[in-house]
């Protein structure tokens, strides 16, 4: 979620928030005579909203499970689990007055950290990557479509090509005669020149095809770029360059296409990429975060217990 | 008189003494006694006119006599074949050669070119003399014959046959000099004009400029083929060429249905029409005759949203059509109430989906035993043309469609049957190809129109281009603005398909209102409603930079799903929430055009130009005058709607329903059938639900002015715009 200025509210009441324990907890832990405790009565009350607000964060989950359900929108649940999170780790502190305590809750802490600190990176990379993605992919298409993007790219490149080499061929075919006649009449020079033209139709036909099948097929068929130079912008506004070269500028349009079936593949390559990382950290964060519930409640039920 | 007609002449042909009665041409003098004489212009069954010259023959005089209307005379000596006039017809044909295109589309077909065959013959490969500098180009617009203008020789056998043997007066010569070809009506393309299809013109043809066209799939693979002569027998083919029917032989079949079995089904795609000769056959509809209604089932936090199907009298929608009757593509329409009807001998079903293959629109089952003429597009075209099957169509429809056409809208639902009985024989129908202007902007009104078959484009002329204003389908009407305030025509109306309207002269038309305040009343209210909505789009359009939307057509939506891109993580939080709102039926695809950093979703735009609307063979999409899209009751869920919308934005639903067994009668079974359905902003919610299950806030419905005229201020447009319903 972007965080800015819309923010503000969360922001304001969760500083007043941090405030308020903060000045609670200050004179406590310097009074109490064990120090700061999680069994005392603050204690408790720190440990209690804490994981009071654990589970509220932890709801996110459900709520989005059922996108349906008139109980808030969305983005007022993810905004409380962004900040109701964020409190929620200096409160914790507060309740086990920075101390990680038996192995119980030293695990609960290690876990609560790791919870914490994937929920900030989870924070970071979808305040930053949205904005990539847009600014970047302009050809952006659904995540789970991008296998039959590909494909079709594949397809569309083989078609253009065709298609170049076809009006090629037929360019070449249709002024062969023409030209072979005015080159018996010309000069040597003349001759040569003509002749040589027609003979470059040809080569170019060909360099294209080998072009298809050795660097755009390969790299089209495949996921990822690092195989291929194509998927470096530079080298491959390069290699086509070369190719237009070859080619008469009525069929350059067809290849600005190829080259853009070429971009629109690099494109959906980082799209993939980023979109993992985009998502890839909630693998760690959802988990580690129901693990965190868990033990949480199992810590409370004992502490309490016991 | 008597003796002098049968007095027989001697002459010489080739050196060969010949006896033929007075007055025979020398052509024919010469075939009777076995002696050829090529021609072009020229055949037996028409009068000649000799215009070609090929057939000059050397009678001893200063220049060739064209034999074909030269008469034998007694003495003559005439020479076919010499030297010299061998030399004279291979220049004619030369000439004739270097204007054509060879092969032409009839060499190319079946190889019988006359004018190849004589060049070929002739030895004549390649002409010395330049080609034609300008071309006369060629004439697509008929269904059945294709005409290459190039490939005419100026023969004038298509007009003799037109004009002299069928009598129909179409064909005529056009300009002079290289400008000279030959013209349908006054210069019209042929499918425009007033041609009936005879084929006459195309089996008079010498060369490939007038020729059957070859369609894939022109023949029925089922059924009876008809003899050419069994078909000339029925009174529908009457004045149709033999041969041209022979050249559409099995695009016509004949085919029998028992008692109780199914002819067509609604929704099916289909390429033919069918005609009834004998038996009776019931049209009806199987879909229920409801719309998608979703709500919530339980109140409160965790209320769930259902979709389900409800009448329009069990569940009414603003602006909900009350028309008593459902149009189909049939010579009569269904009642709401009971959607079923019977078609008689001599009625004609599934024009729409022949002309302009849109899927059936109704379910035809033989209720007696039945015998019935299947037909493909060409054959349909032909009986359409005929005059005699017109009159038939046209008397049917007075009898029988005409009452429920009218009363099937809701303006003249209070017509007295005394009135449309004046009606009956003073309406006209009328005809119109795809493309074809009905009336233009700025005229002057003289009648009001009906759309009975086809679809209506009405466009008005603004700076920068037409604005759509609507699509109408069977059942609207249009003209009636000018006629009621006397002014020219408002808008162009346009055919988009193969269109017949019902056609009520100014006279009537006013007689009506006259007669019927409360029509006058209800037109005048309609009338100043759609000047109105007229009014208002012309505002939206000028008052926003509409260059930047109109490349992306989102000038044309009056609500969009916008997504800030740079607030979504693209985790389709708003697709799942749609689909959970419509038992799974998502209604938006996460993709579409992006504007600036928004991406324009894929959900209905409810766009000016509605294509969706275009084809609904029941014509059950219409909008309201807000423009939001509505989808009727009788919708048949045939899906053409969804794969119209270039924006993918409609949906088909499939519900649970119980059906009559085809197989015993009287048992119900289960089934599952389709609605249309599109974005209904969740009517029965504070926001959408998409909208609302968006956690980063990136989600908002907009409206596009608005919106964009903030986003190009540079400003944020959504604060300026919060999220609309």
Not at chain 1, 36 to 63: C, D, E, H, I, N
Not at chain 1, 260 to 272: A, G, H, I
Not at chain 2, 511 to 518: G, H, I, T
Request: proline share 6%; charged share 20%.
């Amino acid at each position: 979620m972007l965080i800015d200025a819309t923010h503000r509210k969360w922001f304001g009441g969760c500083a007043l928030g941090l405030a308020l324990a903060t000045s609670v907890y200050v004179p406590y832990s310097l009074h109490a005579p064990q120090g700061p405790k999680g069994s005392s009565s603050l204690g408790l009350v720190y440990g209690s909203v804490g994981f009071a607000f654990m589970l509220f964060v932890g709801v996110l989950g459900l709520r989005k499970k059922f996108p349906v359900w008139r109980v808030g929108r969305a983005s007022w649940w993810m905004r409380g689990h962004l900040w109701f999170g964020f409190l929620s780790f200096p409160l914790i502190l507060f309740h086990g007055g920075f101390h990680f305590g038996g192995p119980l809750t030293r695990t609960l802490m290690w876990l609560f950290i790791f919870v914490f600190i994937s929920g900030l990176l989870g924070a970071a990379l979808q305040h930053f990557i949205p904005r990539i993605h847009t600014a970047q992919l302009p050809m952006e298409t659904i995540y789970e479509q991008i296998d039959r993007v590909r494909v079709q790219l594949a397809t569309e490149a083989r078609q253009l090509v065709d298609e170049t080499c076809g009006a090629l061929e037929g360019e070449v075919s249709r002024s062969s005669e023409r030209q072979r006649a005015a080159a018996a009449g010309a000069g040597v020079t003349a001759n040569l020149t003509i002749l040589f033209g027609l003979q470059i139709g040809d080569q170019a036909s060909n360099e294209l095809r080998q072009f298809l099948e050795n660097e755009i097929q390969p790299y089209l068929d495949r996921a990822g770029t690092r195989a291929s130079r194509l998927g470096n912008p530079a080298q491959a506004r390069a290699m086509f360059q070369q190719v237009r070269v070859l080619l008469p500028p009525t069929l350059h349009p067809n290849i600005d296409d190829l080259e853009n079936v070429c971009e629109e593949k690099r494109q959906l390559d980082q799209q993939s990429q980023l979109h993992k990382v985009l998502h890839g950290w909630l693998l760690v964060h959802v988990p580690l975060s129901y693990a965190l519930l868990l033990l949480g409640a199992w810590h409370a039920v004992v502490a309490l217990k016991f | 008189m008597s003796s002098n007609a049968t007095a027989s002449i001697q002459l010489t042909i080739d050196g060969t003494p010949v006896s033929v009665p007075a007055g025979t041409t020398i052509f024919d003098a010469a075939r009777l006694n076995g002696i050829p004489i090529p021609t072009l212009c020229h055949q037996q069954n028409e009068n000649p006119v000799g215009v070609c010259r090929v057939c000059v023959v050397d009678i001893g005089q200063r220049v060739y006599a064209a034999s074909c209307i030269r008469q034998a005379e007694a003495g003559m000596t005439v020479k076919t074949s010499t030297e010299p006039v061998l030399a004279a017809r291979h220049t004619l044909v030369e000439l004739l050669m270097s204007e054509h295109p060879s092969p032409c589309a009839r060499q190319q077909h079946s190889g019988d070119c006359e004018l190849e065959q004589l060049a070929a013959a002739a030895g004549i490969e390649q002409s010395r003399f330049p080609q034609r500098a300008a071309p006369r180009g060629k004439d697509d617009s008929s269904a059945v014959i294709a005409v290459d203008h190039e490939a005419c020789i100026l023969c004038d056998r298509c007009i003799r046959g037109c004009d002299d043997i069928r009598d129909n007066w179409v064909l005529a010569r056009r300009g002079k000099g290289y400008q000279a070809g030959i013209s349908f009506d006054n210069n019209l393309p042929m499918g425009e004009s007033s041609c009936v299809s005879c084929g006459e013109c195309m089996v008079s043809c010498p060369t490939g400029a007038l020729t059957t066209k070859r369609v894939v799939g022109t023949e029925l693979g089922r059924g009876e083929v008809l003899d050419p002569a069994e078909l000339l027998h029925l009174p529908i083919f009457e004045n149709v060429s033999g041969t041209f029917l022979e050249l559409n032989q099995k695009a016509v079949v004949k085919r029998r249905f028992r008692a109780g079995e199914v002819i067509c089904r609604e929704g099916e795609f289909g390429s033919t029409a069918f005609y009834i000769l004998e038996g009776t056959a019931e049209v009806f509809l199987s879909s229920p005759i409801a719309h998608v209604k979703t709500e919530g089932s339980s109140h409160g936090f965790f209320s769930r949203l259902k979709s389900m199907l409800a009448p329009r009298d069990e569940h009414a929608r603003s602006e909900e059509s009350a028309r008593p009757f459902i149009p189909i593509d049939a010579s009569v329409d269904l009642p709401y109430d009971n959607p079923i009807a019977q078609l008689n001998p001599g009625d004609l079903f599934g024009e729409m989906t022949c002309m302009s293959y849109y899927p059936r629109s109704a379910t035809v089952r033989a209720q007696t035993d039945c015998v019935m003429l299947e037909m493909l597009r060409n054959v349909l075209d032909i009986l359409q043309r005929n005059k005699t099957f017109r009159a038939q169509l046209e008397r049917n429809y007075r009898q029988r469609a005409l009452d429920s056409h009218l009363r099937g809208v809701p303006v003249f639902a209070t017509l007295t049957p005394d009135f449309i009985g004046h009606l009956r024989d003073r309406v006209e129908l009328v005809r119109f190809n795809p493309g074809q202007v009905i009336c233009r902007q700025g005229e002057v009104a003289d009648s009001f129109y009906l759309v009975r078959i086809g679809f209506v484009k009405v466009s008005e002329e603004r700076p920068g281009g037409d604005l759509v204003l609507a699509y109408l389908a069977r059942g609207g009407y249009f003209g009636e603005i000018a006629l009621l305030t006397g002014s020219p025509r408002t808008a162009t109306c346009t055919a988009l398909d193969h269109v017949e309207v019902v056609r009520i002269a100014g006279e009537d038309f006013r007689l009506m209102l006259d007669r019927f305040p409360e029509v006058r009343h209800s037109l005048e209210t309609i009338a100043h409603e759609r000047l109105d909505a007229n009014r208002l789009r012309a505002t939206q359009v000028q008052n926003v930079p509409i260059d930047q939307f109109l490349a992306n057509g989102l000038m044309e939506a009056q609500s969009l799903l916008v997504l800030d891109l740079d607030r979504c993580t693209r985790c389709d939080q708003c697709v799942r929430a749609c689909a959970d709102a419509h038992d799974g039926v998502s209604r938006l695809v996460r993709e579409g055009v992006r504007f600036d950093k928004y991406l324009v979703a894929t959900s209905c735009r409810q766009c000016r130009d509605p294509l969706c609307m275009v084809g609904c063979p029941v014509g059950s999409i219409r909008r309201r005058n807000s423009l939001e899209v509505i989808i009727e009751d009788w919708c048949i869920g045939c899906g053409l709607c969804a794969s119209n919308c270039p924006y993918g934005n409609i949906n088909l639903h499939p519900f649970p329903v119980e059906l009559d067994d085809p197989v015993m009668p009287g048992r119900k079974i289960a089934s599952t059938r389709v609605k249309a359905t599109s974005c209904d902003l969740c009517h029965d919610h504070e926001e959408p639900s998409c909208v609302y299950a968006c956690p980063h806030d990136a989600a908002h419905r907009v409206n596009p002015p608005e919106f964009f005229a903030g986003v190009l201020k540079q400003s944020n447009p959504l604060k300026s715009n919060p999220p609309k319903r």
